[in-house]
């Protein structure tokens, strides 16, 4: 992808963060508008900032990584794959420990590098323990910690792929990142047995149904390679035998690395902040709807009472009608307010016209049949003067059509709350908006590409 494109990508994922961030800002200073002035339901506004702090420390956190610029890098794998031995290589000096021992690496750890001499890119690379360690339960949630941080996932295997890794390697694929196979230690095996365990990695990404590593994606390394003997002849014509540690074979590697990070570094970065962003804002929602459901439903029935009652009243034709619009427009800023989502009258209609038109035609039902039922309730009041018994046809036009009107404005506020919980994923710079503007605009040599799927079913 062109790099004025990757810019546009990373500035539109900025614009979509800062939007969340203001969005639940105001929810956290004012306890949601709606709910702050009713004191009876003071809790609401109490107890939200505290639940959902994690969620908003997550936007920041995001935002604050694509202001830094700074691509993350995970290193996955079994124990002794030699995972840290291939970050050693890649930053061509032994920063991070390494052994003979099964899980010299006990907790992630982080180290920068700069992966060429121009330094425009700057990349964390992270270190995780073996996924077949002790305390199963607390590395899975390790794991998933991390890869959700990652921008690209490398994980390490050391020959032909075992059962518990391939098992890794689909639960990290849902992680929904961009991933490296990389076929560490090739330096252990002859010629004709390291290309046959190569050709078995590559049928397997091409013969398992979800791709879990597309073949382009596999590269083989030699990240610490085994001492040699070598032969020392002296100049008194002594002969020795020494051990020497040839230079890792870590090229393939960094070649695969830096052409995806200059392909699509910047585009991997706003993706990623925007899935952390989307998911954090649904917890946020879920945790709102949970407080917040019974003010909710309180507030639909409220207004379907009075709008009902406002429209059946109202004897003049097209302004009852009118009012219905009006009241399911305040109907929706008010549950915005509740779930502490500051709506414009222009936002509110527009939601509104979605609500209408993905309602499968009931909502314009209720609206012809108020037009229809209000120009026979004003044809009754006009006769009325003349004849008191257009009285009787007058009331059961007003029945029907408030019945009408206040059903329509149950089915506005309830379609309403399923928009207003996802919070600000949805509109213009909402974050699966962006997410699909960005997944439609990606090249088809990219890994991005052949995530676009995965990542759009996610969406909805």
């Given at each position: 992808m062109r790099t004025s494109?990757?810019?546009?990508?990373?500035?539109?994922?900025?614009?979509?963060?800062?939007?969340?961030?203001?969005?639940y800002s105001h929810?956290?200073?004012?306890?949601?508008?709606?709910?702050?002035?009713?004191?009876?339901?003071?809790?609401?506004?109490q107890d939200l900032p505290g639940l959902v702090k994690p969620e908003i420390d997550i936007l920041n956190a995001a935002l604050n990584k694509l202001d830094s610029n700074v691509v993350r890098i995970a290193t996955f794998g079994l124990v002794s794959r030699g995972k840290s031995a291939v970050l050693n290589?890649?930053?061509?000096?032994?920063?991070?420990?390494t052994g003979p021992l099964h899980g010299v690496t006990q907790y992630p750890r982080s180290v920068r590098w700069t992966p060429s001499e121009k330094g425009k890119i700057q990349v964390e690379l992270i270190d995780t323990p073996g996924l077949d360690e002790i305390e199963g339960q607390i590395r899975a949630q390790m794991a998933q910690d991390v890869a959700r941080q990652a921008d690209l996932i490398l994980f390490v295997v050391a020959g032909d792929i075992t059962r518990t890794e391939y098992?890794?390697?689909?639960?990290?694929?849902?992680?929904?990142?961009?991933?490296?196979?990389?076929?560490?230690?090739?330096?252990?095996?002859?010629?004709?047995?390291?290309?046959?365990?190569?050709?078995?990695?590559?049928?397997?990404?091409?013969?398992?149904?979800?791709?879990?590593?597309?073949?382009?994606?596999?590269?083989?390394?030699?990240?610490?390679?085994?001492?040699?003997?070598?032969?020392?002849?002296?100049?008194?014509?002594?002969?020795?035998?020494?051990?020497?540690?040839?230079?890792?074979?870590?090229?393939?590697?960094?070649?695969?690395?830096?052409?995806?990070?200059?392909r699509e570094g910047r585009s991997l970065l706003a993706l990623n902040a925007?899935?952390?962003?989307?998911?954090?804002?649904?917890?946020?929602?879920?945790?709102?709807?949970?407080?917040?459901?019974?003010?909710?439903?309180?507030?639909?029935?409220?207004?379907?009472?009075?709008?009902?009652?406002?429209?059946?009243?109202?004897?003049?034709?097209?302004l009852d009608v009118l009012g219905g619009v009006v009241a399911d427009l305040a109907l929706i800023r008010s549950l915005a307010r509740v779930y502490g989502l500051p709506m414009t009258g222009y936002e509110a209609t527009k939601l509104l016209r979605t609500i209408s038109l993905s309602s499968g035609?009931?909502?314009?039902?209720?609206?012809?049949?108020?037009m229809f039922l209000g120009l026979g309730k004003s044809t009754a009041a006009i006769a009325s003067s003349e004849n008191p018994g257009n009285l009787t046809a007058y009331f059961g036009a007003a029945i029907a059509q408030g019945s009408i009107a206040g059903y329509g404005s149950y089915i506005v506020g309830h379609a309403a709350q399923v928009y207003l919980e996802r919070g600000c994923t949805w509109g213009q710079l909402g974050t699966s908006t962006v997410i699909e503007e960005i997944l439609a605009e990606v090249d088809r040599d990219t890994i991005l590409y052949r995530l676009r799927q995965e990542l759009s079913q996610h969406l909805n």
């Open positions: 494109q990757q810019e546009s990508h990373l500035n539109r994922a900025k614009a979509s963060l800062r939007q969340a961030l203001s969005w929810l956290r200073k004012s306890g949601g508008g709606y709910a702050i002035r009713h004191a009876s339901r003071s809790r609401f506004s290589a890649l930053m061509g000096e032994k920063i991070l420990q098992q890794a390697l689909c639960e990290l694929r849902r992680a929904q990142k961009p991933l490296i196979l990389v076929f560490n230690k090739i330096d252990l095996y002859p010629e004709t047995d390291r290309e046959a365990i190569y050709n078995n990695l590559r049928q397997l990404a091409v013969t398992q149904g979800d791709e879990v590593v597309s073949p382009d994606e596999i590269v083989m390394v030699a990240a610490e390679p085994a001492p040699l003997e070598v032969r020392v002849e002296w100049a008194d014509d002594n002969v020795t035998y020494e051990l020497e540690t040839p230079a890792p074979q870590i090229t393939e590697l960094q070649q695969a690395i830096l052409r995806i990070l200059n925007l899935v952390q962003a989307r998911e954090a804002t649904a917890t946020i929602a879920h945790k709102t709807v949970e407080l917040r459901q019974q003010e909710a439903e309180d507030l639909i029935w409220q207004f379907t009472k009075y709008k009902a009652l406002a429209v059946a009243l109202n004897p003049i034709a097209f035609g009931l909502l314009l039902t209720e609206l012809g049949s108020g």
